[in-house]
């Protein structure tokens, strides 16, 4: 779990997940460093001017310094303008990679991972979360690379030149990230807080969306409109609360750059009436003591504009630190795969599923039964890396954390996504109309016309079509991409008996020609096409 109390200037992991961040960093540097060379030629070209007028020097003598001066707030403007452009290029580059890892991460962690966390606030933090970065990139790093270099190299030019002037500087420049440090703590605990309210925002709305049949029927949909409202009231209130905290920073931090550098001024000034310290001299100091501050200052400011994408880059990295340390998941299933589960147990809390041990081999059709609730969709579910599981999943004798790579699956509810019909049907693989519709007709689903658009979920099919779509899917895979291993949950839960019956056959034929078929299936007809079946109610 993150450490909401500590608070890192930069994340480590920033520079390993992504890459780019390393470059923009070697880039951010060397402008920072252009741009602190001409803040103290500025400061030297217009001292060199002023004090001249000052002492009636002929105008012909400051023009170079004049145009020296003007020359260099040209220069300054140039390289802030080339700052924000490799700011905003960082950003982007960052947050596609970061994107990209996160896709990849979950990947390697696979579905019982996802399980436990809410995918509605998983995407708020691949989506919002990681355009927050912007301003990360944009606006706090470079002033953090600038805090670096521009201060010590400010602080001994001021050294140098009025040694008094700087040891005023090195004593108050430490209250500045004191004060960070102190409202960084609070910053980051309501930043945290209002960042997980927009979570729960997202995924009650989803959550609400998804049963929204289900509320109306029972005459609860404004319940949950309620809830979701108090949980919009909760976000606002919580972002007024960062909002005031932000705003006291900035004061806080901008009264010490001010009473510093007052403290500066007002030492100069006495020793300019003393005689004690030459005008060229003072005003030189006093024009670099702000700029001195300045980076300090902003990297304080700039934090709050940062917060929500450091509060992002946090959940993304503790996922992919997680993918770092999971086993890597097994390579492509060879033809005619054997597929062992021994001795697996699936723990559902208190409710302890029996132990099973299975084989599919080439050619088999090896149906599971037994009532509902006894566990045939758990064993699936461990297989698959959808559950935690104790025993051993093997793939022609070797042991896998799963056994996806290798099976063409069709689970009880379709998981159609928006397309048409036949994009479903090849998902995840580069279509082949003839290999489509063929794997439509054998799945009973021939009615069906692949260039058929649908919504969001499968929306435009009902719930027997979308089950047929679903298992033609996996005999598509199992065709197209290799994977000799068909596993289907309930495969016609929501079928009619004559076209259950034409899956049957079909599952029969795909087993005939070297596939292993494993098998979940509550009706009786499934027996007939089955070389072996495991009852799991006689086992409980």
């Known amino acids: 779990m993150t450490d909401t109390t500590r608070v890192r200037p930069v994340d480590p992991r920033l520079v390993r997940y992504?890459?780019?961040?390393?470059?923009?960093?070697?880039?951010?540097?060397?402008?920072?460093?252009?741009?602190?060379?001409?803040?103290?030629?500025?400061?030297?070209?217009?001292?060199s001017a002023l004090v001249g007028a000052i002492d009636g020097r002929p105008l012909?003598?400051?023009?170079?310094?004049?145009?020296?001066?003007?020359?260099?707030?040209?220069?300054?403007g140039l390289l802030i303008a080339a700052s924000e452009r490799v700011s905003a290029r960082g950003?982007?580059?960052?947050?596609?990679?970061?994107?990209?890892?996160?896709?990849?991460?979950?990947?390697?962690?696979g579905p019982g991972w996802l399980g436990r966390r809410n995918a509605a606030s998983l995407s708020v933090t691949a989506g919002h979360g990681l355009e927050a970065l912007d301003a990360y990139f944009g606006r706090y790093l470079p002033q953090l690379v600038a805090t670096v270099i521009t201060t010590p190299i400010l602080l001994g030019a001021i050294a140098l030149a009025d040694p008094l002037s700087g040891l005023i500087?090195?004593?108050?420049?430490?209250?500045?990230p004191i004060f960070m440090v102190l409202i960084g703590l609070a910053t980051r605990t309501v930043q945290k807080k209002q960042y997980g309210t927009l979570g729960r925002l997202a995924a009650r709305f989803a959550d609400t969306v998804e049963g929204l049949g289900?509320?109306?029927?029972?005459?609860?949909?404004?319940?949950?409109?309620?809830?979701i409202e108090k949980v919009t009231r909760d976000y606002k209130r919580e972002t007024m609360t960062v909002l005031r905290v932000s705003f006291l920073s900035g004061f806080a931090l901008e009264f010490l750059a001010s009473i510093s550098v007052a403290i500066v001024a007002v030492t100069i000034g006495f020793r300019l009436l003393s005689g004690d310290l030459t005008l060229l001299v003072g005003l030189f100091a006093l024009l670099l003591a702000p700029e001195a501050y300045l980076p300090l200052r902003q990297v304080g400011?700039?934090?709050?504009?940062?917060?929500?994408?450091?509060?992002?880059?946090?959940e993304i990295f503790d996922a992919l630190d997680?993918?770092?340390?999971?086993?890597?998941?097994?390579?492509?299933?060879?033809?005619?795969a054997t597929l062992e589960l021994r001795d697996v147990r699936v723990d559902r809390g208190a409710h302890r599923m029996p132990t099973v041990s299975l084989s599919v081999g080439p050619g088999e059709v090896v149906l599971v039964t037994g009532p509902s609730g006894v566990g045939k969709s758990s064993v699936l579910a461990a297989l698959l890396g959808y559950a935690e599981y104790d025993g051993s999943v093997c793939l022609d004798g070797t042991a896998v954390p799963h056994a996806r790579a290798a099976v063409a699956w069709a689970g009880q509810r379709p998981g159609l996504v928006s397309g048409t019909v036949g994009e479903n049907v090849a998902l995840g693989s580069d279509a082949d109309p003839a290999a489509v519709a063929t794997a439509l007709a054998d799945a009973g689903a021939d009615d069906l016309d692949p260039a058929t658009p649908l919504g969001a979920g499968g929306a435009g099919l009902s719930g027997g079509q979308a089950q047929r779509v679903a298992v033609a899917r996996a005999l598509y895979r199992s065709r197209v991409a290799g994977a000799r291993i068909l596993v289907l949950d309930e495969p016609s839960s929501a079928l009619d008996a004559e076209t259950e019956a034409q899956v049957w056959r079909t599952l029969r034929a795909e087993a005939d020609r070297g596939a292993g078929v494993l098998l979940v299936s509550h009706r009786p007809s499934a027996r007939e096409v089955a070389d072996r079946v495991i009852d799991l109610g006689v086992r409980a």
């Not at 970061?98 to 979950?106: G, K």
């Open 60 to 76: 012909g003598e400051l023009t170079g310094y004049v145009a020296a001066a003007a020359a260099l707030v040209v220069l300054r």
């Open 322 to 336: 997680a993918a770092r340390t999971a086993p890597a998941p097994e390579g492509p299933a060879a033809t005619g």
């Open 18 to 47: 992504a890459s780019a961040s390393r470059s923009f960093f070697a880039v951010s540097a060397a402008i920072v460093l252009a741009q602190t060379g001409v803040v103290v030629g500025f400061a030297w070209a217009l001292t």
């Open 301 to 314: 400011v700039q934090f709050h504009a940062a917060a929500e994408g450091v509060a992002a880059t946090e």
């Open 91 to 109: 950003a982007a580059a960052a947050s596609l990679q970061l994107r990209e890892r996160l896709v990849d991460a979950v990947a390697t962690l």
């Open 169 to 176: 500087v090195l004593l108050t420049l430490p209250l500045i």
């Open 214 to 227: 289900t509320l109306k029927a029972f005459g609860r949909e404004h319940r949950a409109a309620d809830t």
